[in-house]
């Protein structure tokens, strides 16, 4: 298996090939669409694809104000709304940017504060907002923190590797993509070996290794149509 069968929601593509599955009671249809890859949460695909980690609510970090007493090395943790509160500075709402643009907003209000040239460090000490989800046949399956450059190896990695029983060529991620929900199915041993490239994770995804409720329309889809040389990608569609 060199690819990645990605099961999508029919609104997401206007290219549809032949039911492979029959829907009903025994779950939704899957028809054959062509695309190569899982899009990212906002569709993007490509050299598009990729995750920088953003501030979330309750995130813990770590602040450092060069030359400033009372500023060095600071632990602080965001409340609910993804705001710190730093001397001088003041309430600085930080949910959603990122490291670097958090960065800039606490010099800024620093500046205000009458600070001088602020020489500003923040750095992610425990990510609590942004995490995957690995289950499945793996050593540790719970909940992870998605930071920048985050993939599927890496994930399964975090979960202390895939158990004695995994079944690597059944490694599904679930991810709602522009309010849709689909579903991807990778060989792991194939990335392993780099057949083809080892997909980026997003928050709210959930990784699932060696079995998940819709095994049994992966084989019915892989049955009909096995992969060889190139990805199988299908479209749900539950209006069947």
């Known amino acids: 298996m060199v690819g ?28 054959r669409v062509d695309a190569s890859e899982l899009p990212g949460p906002d569709g993007q695909v490509g050299a598009d694809q990729g995750y920088t980690y953003r501030i979330g609510p309750y995130d813990k970090l770590i602040i450092d104000v060069f030359g400033i007493d009372g500023l060095s ?6 409340d609910g709304t993804g705001t710190i509160t730093l001397p001088i500075a003041g309430p600085a709402n930080l949910n959603d940017l990122t490291l670097g643009e958090a960065t800039d907003r606490i010099a800024q209000q620093l500046r205000a504060g009458y600070v001088r040239d602020p020489r ?16 499945g046949e793996v050593k540790q399956s719970g909940n992870y923190p998605v930071i920048s450059g985050m993939t599927l190896m890496r994930g399964v990695a975090a979960a202390q590797g895939a158990g004695e029983f995994a079944k690597l060529q059944e ?38 290794v060696g079995d998940s409720p819709g095994r049994r329309m992966i084989q019915q889809l892989v049955q009909v149509a096995p992969l060889l040389v190139a990805p199988l990608i299908g479209v749900l569609d539950s209006n069947n």
């Open 73 to 78: 090395d600071r632990r602080l943790t965001a």
């Open 120 to 135: 500003v460090s923040v750095n992610l000490e425990q990510s609590v907002s942004r995490f995957v989800t690995i289950d």
């Open 171 to 208: 490694v599904v991620i679930h991810r709602k993509v522009q309010g849709r929900q689909m579903i991807a199915l990778y060989d792991l041993q194939a990335i392993r070996r780099g057949a083809y490239a080892d997909p980026v994770l997003y928050p709210g995804d959930i990784v699932v």
């Open 4 to 31: 990645a069968i990605a099961l999508m929601s029919v609104s997401l593509s206007g290219c549809y090939g032949r039911s492979m599955v029959a829907g009903g009671v025994g779950g939704p249809s899957v028809t």
